[in-house]
């Protein structure tokens, strides 16, 4: 590396800190000329595995010290297998399917030629409007570390090497937070949010080592991420010693000037520098003025070459250096059976099971006749959602035809498609659709959103099913068949209208290719449903944000001193009302509260012990609690465990998730679930990054959700 390293102008070593985006399917001649002259250390979006050869033979063969490149793609849930969106994944609560689906996709693309992706997304979302909910792990720091971690491991495997990829812990930090959930907009954490909320994911994926960060778009408290000396200089290198490479996001770093941080291009190439951002995705700060700017500013190559040493690092882990050529072999046509069926098991522990009146699931396969309803039930394409880049709708098993298939030779089912879009405001045919209705023993509507109304820069104002299909349900409420309703979306929905209207709910996000066949097994009952909210659904939007840790305020409401507009008295005195932290025109509690989902099973929870009532910080404490299936299947169950630190130097949540395990328990059995909870649990971050452990009680809840069914308290000590 050294010796590399020394043989290196600076015009090669700015080079390694360039990232250019390739033109699909070809090489450019300014790309060619560029990567000949050692200006480029990485291309982004080139899939194409002549083009990808080609690059890669240019840079090996043709530039002066055959350097490789980094080939970076967004492989976010998926290359050419899609798994359900990040938020459905995260539904699973199972590192383990969300580890596997990381790696079938690495072997995927890495057969492409791809060697770096920019994911896990770890940007804690409380806000549903926002379109990259759907690309997010949801609402809570600990899930998330847990399961952000678990995706770096599928992509990077034991070692960056033959079907690992690189992953990219993205958008250090606060990208989520962006107000009113509008895309891009700046963020305003305050310290002790940003260290005990945000950072926390980040953090876990550093100790699990990430091999990249990519620097948010967002302006943090008046410096955005990417000419931010403090977040990546002293936070994230100086704190966390994180060795891998940081890249800025796309163009975040010419946008430095439009943030109004710097005059122009030059300055903000500068900023960047000087904050510890090594590699610049697409704009040209670098490749134009970055020789100059360390000339100006009087610095020596020291700064430069522990950047350029960083991305080379990463070239020799992922075996780059070692091949004379890097020839992929292409990906190829039909996907394996054994990819697909991964795909397909996620898809089912994705889907939540938000409603079941009268058990109305799971459905008899015997039925005479099954009307499927809506847009979304036969399209390939939307059922994949966003960020699939290189998925094609040739590859998918849509939910009509999975219905199709799992039915009795003698079942009738028959199709409407009802609305051209999910979001159209007609309804067509509607008179035929009611009678196909009003003659079925069941009509499975499959609505929701389409692909393109979440992700990146698609974000809503509005949560409630978009179209016209809040009257479509309306209107088909008014058959006495049993309605059983199958959302495909991106983000949460505001879903109080259509409740009262339908039997039953099973929420599937975006679930992939395979989405088909797992909605059609939880449906009749092959499977049976798992998944558990990873963020809260609002009644309305206004609620937002909503989220199960929000701190207490001095006047916390509850059944008794809520108010609602109804039962207000004309010219009541103000005084009168409640005067608790509420909205008057909305019950206070969320539609589903986050860790929430149904199963075909009940299980119930008793017997919450503890090991004992007293320890110390350095101590272990030991939960356990025996969870009961009392109904005739077998079901999983996600145990979730949560804490509250009832007095604290600083406010603290009066619920935290800090442990959840995922059982599988036979009818009628108990299983005696177990936790190990110690510091790491117990404490907190202050503004500097010192973590604080300090005595007290402690309440420790238990149960299926976040309003769990048991409490209990100890209490921290520090023996001297
Ligand atoms: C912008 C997005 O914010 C980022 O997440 C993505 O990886 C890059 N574009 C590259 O496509």
Redesign the pocket.
Known sequence: MQQLLSQMTQEEKIGQLCQVSGAEGYVPDHIRHAIQSGQVGSV??EVHKETINELQRIAIEESRLGIPLLV?R?VIHGFKTIFPIPLGQAASWNPEIIEQGAKVAAKEASMAGVNWT??P?IDISRDPRWG?IA?SLGEDPYLCAELGSAMVKGFQGDYLYGESIAA?A??FVG?GAAESGKDYCATNIPPNELRNVHMVPFKAASENKVATF?SS?SDIDGVPASGNKWLFDQVLRKDWQFEGFVVS??ESISQLTIHGLTENLKGAAWKAFDAGIDME?VSTGYRDHLSELLQEHDEDDTRLNQMVERILTTKFQLGLFDQPTLECPGIFEQLPEAHLQAAKQAAVESCVLLQNRDDVLPLNKNLSKIAVIGPLADDGYEQLGTWIFDGEERHSQSILSAVQSSVSEQTQVEFHRAMNTSRSHEVQNMDALTESVSNADVAILVLGEEAILSG?AHCRAELGLPGCQEQLIEQLRQTDTQLVLVILAGRPLTLEPVLNNVDAVLYAWHPGSMGGPAVADLLFGDANPSGKLPVTFPRKVGQIPIYYSQKLSGKPVNEHNFVHIDDIPVRAAQTSLGMASNHLDVHFTPQFQFGFGLSYSQFSYQNLQLSTKQIDVDGTLVVSVDVHNTSNRTGVEVVQLYIHDRVASLTRPPKELKGFQRVSIGPGQTQTVTFNIDKRHLGFYIADGTYLCEPGIFSIGIGSSSNPELWNEFELIKTP
């Open positions: 982004i979006n970076g967004d920019f994911a997304m990259r690309e990219c993205k958008h990208y990519m778009f996001d796309w995705m990146e």
